[in-house]
């Protein structure tokens, strides 16, 4: 068994947008530009926040963060959105997510141009990607893609189980799976016989949110397991949807939680930016 080490594959994601950022910047005169809209003060927000514009900092682009007051009117939001829109040194938005109680978050995100939708949350990226043709595709399943890449493992006719079908993560990752060409199979809260399902399945995703849903035992051997959940265990620890101990014992790679999905995330966002600032210029 390897462990996919998340932390030094989003490293070496992060050195390649540098990279990238660079090459960017000496073309254009400017550095990509990637704009964080927070409103309200929810301290977990904050945090993340703060995480992607330092991560944006480090990586060469230019990270800014608008901070709006909890009570900021729909209209204000979506007018700020239009505004950033219109800007031409911004390549990125990101509206950090839960809004604040009384705001719709759909609108605002519906608001946000296509080419700088770096989280891959508009319904035109969403229909790209079901389409197979290139866009903006969302952070983390983009991240647990690069994970099994890093593998080596070719997906072209494995069966992959995706656990978890929310827009944000189970189906994006299911419909990458398709496109490269596993054989994909949908759990959800509703499916009859998960075990049965993990037993056949050459790569196991799990997005659920519910602490070692996938037990070690059910692991076929040699599978790939990408554990995406992030739960709080009894004695305050984080522990992810697999049982990992005993799952390692099958599979043949497996991430870890923490140090797995977690720290690819934000580097796929950034990745996702200078993808957006490279097209916006071409
Ligand atoms: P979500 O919107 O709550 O979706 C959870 C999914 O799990 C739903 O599709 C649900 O099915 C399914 N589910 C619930 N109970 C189930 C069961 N008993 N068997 C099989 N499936 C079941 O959550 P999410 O936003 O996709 O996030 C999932 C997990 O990933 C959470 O722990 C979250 O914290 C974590 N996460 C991590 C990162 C990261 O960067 N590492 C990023 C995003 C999310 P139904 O559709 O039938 O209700």
Redesign the pocket.
Same mark, same amino acid.
């Given at each position: 068994m390897t462990v996919l080490d998340g932390k030094a594959i989003a490293k070496k994601v992060r050195a390649e947008v540098k990279e990238r950022a660079e090459a960017f910047a000496s073309a254009h005169g400017r550095k990509p530009g990637l704009h964080v809209v927070l409103v309200g003060d929810d301290p977990a927000s904050q945090v993340y926040v703060k995480m992607k514009e330092r991560a944006a900092g480090k990586a060469g682009l230019e990270g800014k963060v608008h901070r709006l007051p909890g009570d900021t009117s729909q209209a204000d939001l979506e007018g700020l959105v239009s505004k950033l829109n219109a800007d031409p040194a911004i390549d990125g938005i990101l509206v950090q997510l839960p809004l604040p109680d009384g705001l719709d978050a759909q609108p605002v995100i519906d608001a946000i141009d296509v080419g700088k939708d770096v989280d891959g949350l508009t319904p035109m990226n969403a229909g790209l990607l079901q389409e197979g043709r290139p866009g903006l595709q969302p952070c983390?399943p983009s991240g647990c893609m690069r994970l099994i890449a890093e593998t080596g493992v070719e997906l072209s006719g494995k069966r992959a189980l995706v656990?978890?079908?929310?827009a944000? $993560? =189970?189906k994006p990752i299911a419909l990458m799976l398709l496109a490269a060409n596993a054989t994909v199979t949908i759990?959800?809260?509703?499916?009859a016989d998960?075990e049965a399902r993990v037993r056949e399945s050459d790569v196991v995703i799990a997005?659920?949110?519910?602490p070692e849903?996938v037990r070690g035992e059910w692991v076929k051997q040699g599978a790939v397991v990408i554990d995406?959940?992030?739960?709080r265990s009894d004695d305050g620890n984080l522990i992810g949807d697999v049982e990992y101990a005993t799952a390692a014992e099958n599979a043949a790679w497996i991430t870890p939680v923490p140090g797995g $999905? =977690?720290p690819m995330?934000i580097a796929m966002l950034l990745s996702n930016t200078v993808t957006a600032a490279e097209r916006r210029e071409a």
């Open positions: 983390t656990i978890g079908r929310s944000l $993560v =189970g759990a959800h809260s509703r499916t998960l997005a659920v949110g519910w849903i995406v959940g992030i739960n $999905v =977690g995330t």
